[in-house]
């Protein structure tokens, strides 16, 4: 029996819009197991536990019922060729079977470098991260909302991995939305690395507007304030220290009236965790509280969503912060101090690049960060002025 039509409301968002909007239909969220296991080998930034750690918290919480999980399916590969270079598919296919690659393959398609290592695995890990994406903007297309943690991989090219990323999950999230007839898809990118990847994919692209907030001169050194990627992108390279009242200031003065004026039809969010304070790879200083607002401000546009996941080398943070995500998107009860489970679960995470004294106490037994308020910086607001000119 077919499911009832989502109803229509008139809903008016904090960005000004007062057309009718469906009322999102309940969250959902996906995972596979292949996600579960050890990946990239050691002494690489992203062999911290994560996918798991954030199902674990989940599960303690008793925060994931089993009608609201959908597993991941493996794109196959004439998905995957829709956008990346066959020779490519193949080849990373090849290394996950061999377990090596050979001069001229790492040369030409980027994999079997220390950034992006062959590992056993491989080829149906980022294969189930693209299917995972492409499922997600077709559920969320009925009108809802769809969590997929495992997603954002935001810097693969169509011949060649890059920045710890093989193939580019969010390319595919937001072909499916056009695909299913979605007239504009925003893609709002909150990731402290530029989302190089998707800009150049859409660069030809009216249908398609990405922002970008990234950390100014950070990898891939890119996404300067001027750079409009054929029209269609508009980024906003912030400064180290970047706290929470700026990220305020840019959503309200720019990313907001940015998709206001570009009136999208669905949304694809990447929320990597390494803009978070604490990161290891990051000078950017946001607490979870500033990003889970952030957020709901932009789902009161009420339109598809798709939100993915995507950097972040603090497990104890990324893990808080990806769990919260989903408690508010399931509308669940914080609670003020985590239990001795949850804790116990946490005080277990490790990560070389952050030493034992490092570790915050409240990212063992708090789910919500104290916030990081501060003062506006003129570099900001002149940021937020120009990207809308």
């Not at 690659?101 to 220390?114: A, P």
């Not at 769809?146 to 990323?165: D, I, L, M, Q």
Request: proline share 6%; net charge negative.
């Amino acid at each position: 029996m077919p499911s009832p039509a989502p109803q229509v409301s008139l809903r008016r968002t904090s960005a000004g819009l007062g057309r009718p909007q469906r009322a999102l239909e309940r969250p959902l969220f996906l995972g596979a197991e292949v996600f579960r296991r050890a990946a990239f080998g050691r002494n690489h930034p992203l062999s911290i536990v994560r996918h798991s750690a954030v199902l674990d918290l989940l599960a303690i919480l008793g925060w994931l019922d089993d009608d609201e999980f959908r597993e991941c399916p493996v794109a196959t590969g004439t998905e995957l060729t829709a956008f990346h270079d066959p020779a490519y598919v193949a080849a990373l296919e090849r290394a996950e079977a061999t377990g090596r690659v050979d001069s001229e393959t790492r040369s030409r398609f980027g994999i079997g470098t220390l950034e992006n290592p062959v590992f056993p695995g491989l080829y149906g890990r980022a294969a189930a991260t693209v299917g995972g994406s492409i499922l997600a903007a077709k559920l969320a297309s009925r009108g809802g909302v769809v969590f997929h943690p495992s997603g954002g991989t935001h810097h693969g090219r169509p011949e060649k991995a890059s920045g710890f990323c093989y193939f580019n999950d969010p390319v595919f999230a937001i072909r499916t939305f056009l695909e299913l007839g979605h007239a504009r898809v925003v893609y709002v990118d909150l990731d402290a690395h530029h989302g190089d990847g998707v800009q150049d994919a859409f660069a030809r692209e009216s249908r398609v507007m990405t922002v970008s907030v990234h950390e100014r001169d950070r990898w891939p050194y890119s996404g300067a304030a001027d750079d409009r990627g054929g029209g269609g992108a508009r980024n906003l390279p912030v400064p180290a220290g970047f706290n929470d009242s700026e990220l305020d200031h840019l959503l309200r003065h720019a990313i907001v009236p940015l998709a206001e004026s570009f009136q999208p039809a669905a949304m694809v969010l990447c929320c990597g965790a390494d803009c978070l304070a604490g990161d290891p790879l990051s000078g950017m200083r946001l607490s979870n509280v500033a990003l889970w607002r952030a957020i709901e401000r932009l789902l009161e546009f009420a339109v598809p969503t798709v939100i993915l996941g995507g950097g972040g080398y603090n497990p104890w943070t990324l893990t808080r912060y990806w769990t919260g995500i989903w408690g508010r998107l399931a509308k669940r009860q914080f609670p003020d101090r985590l239990s001795a489970e949850a804790v116990a679960l946490l005080s277990t995470l490790e990560c070389e690049l952050i030493d034992a004294d490092e570790v915050e106490p409240e990212w063992l037994t708090t789910l919500a960060d104290t916030a990081y308020p501060g003062p506006v910086r003129a570099e900001i607001r002149s940021l937020a002025r120009a990207v809308r000119r």
